[in-house]
């Protein structure tokens, strides 16, 4: 599946939504997870492949100019319109789906599979927890924004610094605390330490933590040893890390989330 981009949105210095339409969009199925996502390939600059590429097509195609995967949220469909939204994270000229997000133009093409996904705030709980990055806002904005009135979410959201938050509409009570890296002491447990220092409101909920790894795995850390929450219907997913590729990080990732619980 392939489609075009309509246009690109600055949401803050460090956020892009990028708008596809047209290609194969009318084939595409919605999903009603909130963090649905789509598996897309971005092609190296230079690469003698085209969108649409068949696997035929990259016979013999150098490894260097091969489509490299990458998973994206969808912040928004609008089958009406045929309008899908990716909010990408810019950082820096580095890699492939960043630096490509930055260059887009109404136009180029872009090739994915999916949706996949598995999260949505749950009808049944008292109140939801949701932590996660600028990587993560997109599935944190599709959740906010299918709460009803009288739903109640508590956030985590994770950014550069004052100036990089965006807006998360929603129909619900939500309280969000904005954290800021520039404010941070660098260490791998500043988000959890934010977290810990925060009340919860009472009742049962759901959770919700994506991000960085380290990140992730420090929140993940906090509430199940500090707090002694049963973690095992939480979606809780490290979406990167630090100093790897995308590449790097897959081969890594489930040894290193079984060997740091
Ligand atoms: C299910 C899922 C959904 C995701 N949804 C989104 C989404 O909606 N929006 C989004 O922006 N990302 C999302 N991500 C994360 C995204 O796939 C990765 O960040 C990916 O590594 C970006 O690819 P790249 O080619 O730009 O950089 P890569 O080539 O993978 O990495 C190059 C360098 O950039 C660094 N880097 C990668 N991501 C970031 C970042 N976010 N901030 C700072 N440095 C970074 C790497 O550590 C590395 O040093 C999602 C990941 C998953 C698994």
Redesign the pocket.
Known sequence: MYAEVHHVEQLSPDLLRVVLTGGTLSQFEGSSAT?A?IKAR?LPEGSPVNVPFEAEDLVGVADEFRP?P????I?EWDAHRQLLS????V??D??????WAQRAQPGDRLQFDGP??SYRPADEVDWHLLVG????L??VGASLQSLSPDAHAVVFAIVDEPGCEIDLPSAGRVVTHWLYRSESDDSETWVADAVASTDFPEGTFDVFVHG?AAEVRAVKRHLDVDRGIDLSGASI?P?????????E?RKVKRQWMASQG
């Open positions: 963090d996502y971005f490299r990458r998973r994206f949220t912040r990716i909010d990408f994270v950082h820096g580095h890699g492939f789906a960043g630096s996949g996904g990055d600028e990587s993560a997109g599935a960085e997913s979406y990167w890390r630090r100093q790897h590729t995308d590449e990080w």
